[in-house]
């Protein structure tokens, strides 16, 4: 008998099922529970009745980026057999409920263009604009249709929360809740409440934001009161590009900064991963009017080549203090940006001043990495030996996720720094300051803002890579195998009696044989999935998954020799052939079932490969270390895949500040300097910034 599922939805929500609200607002910490009880809701609801629900977000580049998978997974994990799954949507196929996904921004004629919404579900709606609000609202216009809006307070004017909890609407429902509603519910993860606590204790005011939901401050924000305008006009002149290098991890970005009435007005060009400078040329020349390009200074080769191909091109001058005093520069200019820049814009509102662990605000922007590590950190030199970082110089070639390149800087970043120590699931550590960040699957992420369930870009990738390929074809195979012996049992079923009429010790000889040969071929290749997946849990993964998977295996594996078994003795003795096809037929047709049944447990998934972190530490103070590399802006540091990020806006915009000369005379000295953006570019460092920050009152 099929055990059935039960779909827990705790009390706090249950007020989503009554019929009284026409828009809820449902906001609080992380793990709060929010999003999967919602997406619970919403199944329960397409169950029901025929149902168009429709899920946004403001910005969706990508049905990946959508809630779709969090849907499909409950679906797996519910056995909601009457829902049909595609790439870009999720059908009812009894009575026909359909989910739809949209992104919200820039989308106004798509999202006015959808009919009969019962339930719009707008998923981290603390993003969303006034102006995207406005247009949806009256989108869903259904009689008893129903609006959910999930989110994470960001700042304390956020739209949808000054809307629904601050000014107020008629029918709303407001739902509050934190991480002690998992708790409550036995639904809180060990590795979880140890994040929590350790935020609690060590970063207090990260923990009233990220697990207590509380806002922050709108003076957090580095760029304020930029509009957002419809189009570029024709008056304005386009003067500058700023060009950001990225290639396979991180989008190279070009944006085109207009002059026009005493203010700037932005235009995001491009923003793509996998350019060749070869192409990014290319994209560069079709910008009319000749503009000077500025880009990466950390970059010279790509810049060379990039000018090679006549584009007017130029390194951006970078020194000591330069990206506060981009910021500064920028601050003080009129903004607008077009709406069809949606990473742009996306940056702007989530671009904030960090805090300390009090809560208090620093001078420094949030997610500015450097690649921070102690002295002692050994990186993966293209020769495969290692190497401390302390010890590598420019010219030195180091291995990164896509080839070998060259190390254009290394650098003693910072003396006597605050270190954290982190430790993988398989094995691996490693040490640096806070803010250095690392590759996981949702991107670069910061050490001290790490989550246990991260996924760890590791060294040893590509071993990974072919057993995970080996793993799909083999259980692809054995799915052919149980396909083919349920087809022979057919066939013996439909015209084993009327074969036997002639020829009944050979039909049973041959049924026998063929079967066995299945049967050997299937425990074999269980075998070898179970030899696989004993590797990659000695290398990397949650060893909870995999072990799990050779349980299996080897559950499934004792299975069949003891049927095998079984059939040997019963067998023995037996004279008549129509008894000995009938045994062979059911302990085959009970080796299929069970093996079929279980073959969701076996087949790979991403957690297989998962590096997670299972421990993150405080571990004193070091002197640490940066290293430039060209191209990439990533390589393995002890086995870790670590990378950088930049800003081509800033690189844009801060060309305009003016140089400046300053002369001045010391005993038997006398120089004339250059500054750019407080980069002093000879000698008398303390005297000339001095002489600089005066000119600049």
């Given at each position: 008998m099929t055990k059935i599922?039960?779909?827990i939805i705790p009390s706090e929500y249950k007020p989503l099922f009554n019929n009284d609200w026409r828009e809820a607002g449902v906001y609080g910490g992380r793990y709060s529970l929010?999003?999967?009880?919602?997406?619970?809701?919403?199944?329960?609801?397409?169950?029901?009745?025929?149902t168009r629900i429709a899920c946004f977000r403001e910005f969706q580049a990508s049905i990946a980026e959508s809630s779709h998978q969090l849907l499909s997974e409950l679906i797996i994990k519910y056995e909601l057999e009457d829902f049909e799954v595609t790439n870009n949507s999720i059908i009812n196929k009894i009575n026909g409920s359909d989910f739809i996904f949209k992104g919200l921004w820039n989308n106004e004629q798509s999202i006015k263009s959808i009919e009969g919404i019962d339930i719009a579900w707008v998923e981290e709606a603390q993003t969303v604009s006034e102006k995207s609000i406005e247009v949806l609202t009256p989108t869903v216009r259904k009689p008893n249709s129903k609006i959910v809006y999930t989110y994470n307070r960001l700042l304390e004017e956020d739209p949808v929360h000054t809307r629904l909890v601050l000014e107020g609407r008629p029918d709303t429902l407001i739902i509050n809740q934190n991480y002690d509603i998992a708790i409550k519910y036995g639904m809180m993860p060990d590795v979880i409440m140890k994040e929590i606590e350790d935020d609690k204790k060590n970063r207090p005011g990260l923990y009233r934001h990220k697990w207590l939901g509380e806002p922050n401050n709108m003076e957090r924000k580095i760029?304020?009161?930029?509009?957002?305008?419809?189009?570029?006009p024709h008056e304005a002149r386009l003067e500058r590009v700023g060009l950001d290098f990225g290639y396979s991890n991180d989008p190279s970005s070009i944006v085109e900064i207009y002059k026009y009435n005493g203010g700037f007005i932005l235009n995001e060009k491009t923003y793509q991963k996998g350019l060749s400078n070869k192409q990014l040329a290319d994209i560069l020349l079709t910008i009319e009017g000749n503009p000077i390009i500025i880009a990466d200074s950390a970059e010279p080769k790509s810049i060379d080549e990039i000018m090679s191909y006549k584009v007017n091109i130029q390194a951006c001058i970078k020194g000591k203090d330069s990206v506060k005093q981009g910021i500064q520069y920028v601050q003080y200019q009129r903004i607008s940006v077009t709406k069809r820049s949606i990473n742009t814009i996306k940056e702007y509102r989530n671009y904030l001043w960090e805090?300390?662990?009090?809560?208090?605000?620093?001078?420094?922007?949030?997610?500015?990495?450097?690649?921070?590590?102690?002295?002692?950190?050994?990186?993966?030199?293209?020769?495969?030996?290692?190497?401390?970082?302390?010890?590598?110089?420019?010219?030195d070639k180091v291995k990164t996720k896509n080839g070998i390149h060259k190390v254009l800087k290394q650098a003693n970043t910072f003396k006597n720094a605050k270190i954290y120590e982190i430790e993988l699931s398989n094995g691996m550590k490693l040490r640096g300051t806070g803010n250095h960040n690392i590759y996981t699957n949702r991107g670069k992420v910061a050490i001290d803002t790490l989550s246990y369930y991260d996924i760890i870009e590791v060294l040893n990738h590509k071993d990974i890579s072919l057993w995970k390929k080996q793993l799909y074809s083999i259980t692809k195979s054995i799915d052919g195998m149980v396909n083919t012996t349920k087809e022979k049992l057919d066939y013996t079923g439909q015209y084993g009696s009327i074969i036997m009429v002639k020829s009944p010790k050979d039909t049973t000889y041959i049924i026998s044989i063929k079967i066995g040969q299945t049967m050997k071929s299937l425990i074999w290749k269980l075998k070898r999935l179970d030899s696989i997946y004993r590797?990659?849990?000695?290398?990397?993964?949650?060893?909870?998954?995999?072990?799990?998977?050779?349980?299996t295996i080897s559950k499934i594996l004792e299975n069949l020799q003891k049927n095998g078994i079984l059939l040997k003795k019963e067998l023995s003795g037996i004279k008549n052939t129509e008894r000995k096809l009938g045994l062979i037929e059911k302990y085959s047709k009970r080796n299929v079932k069970f093996v079929e049944k279980n073959m969701k447990l076996i087949s790979?998934?991403?957690?297989?490969?998962a590096t997670t972190i299972v421990k993150r530490k405080r571990c004193g103070r070091e002197d640490v270390y940066n290293l430039t590399v060209e191209k990439e802006h990533n390589y393995y540091a002890d086995g870790v895949l670590v990378g950088n990020s930049m800003d081509a806006i800033r690189y844009g915009l801060d060309?305009?500040?003016?140089?400046?000369?300053?002369?001045?005379?010391?005993?038997?000295?006398?120089?004339a300097t250059e500054y750019y953006g407080g980069e002093v570019l000879s000698r008398g460092d303390e005297l000339l910034d001095q002489v600089f920050n005066e000119n600049l009152k």
């Open positions: 599922k039960t779909i929010k999003s999967h009880t919602v997406a619970r809701y919403l199944l329960i609801r397409a169950r029901e009745k025929r760029y304020k009161d930029w509009a957002i305008v419809d189009e570029i805090i300390d662990k009090e809560g208090k605000i620093i001078n420094k922007p949030e997610h500015q990495f450097s690649h921070c590590l102690v002295g002692d950190t050994k990186v993966l030199m293209a020769t495969g030996r290692l190497k401390m970082i302390k010890n590598i110089r420019p010219g590797n990659i849990q000695k290398k990397c993964g949650q060893q909870k998954v995999l072990k799990k998977k050779c349980q790979p998934t991403e957690a297989d490969f060309s305009y500040r003016p140089r400046k000369t300053v002369k001045f005379k010391q005993p038997n000295v006398e120089m």
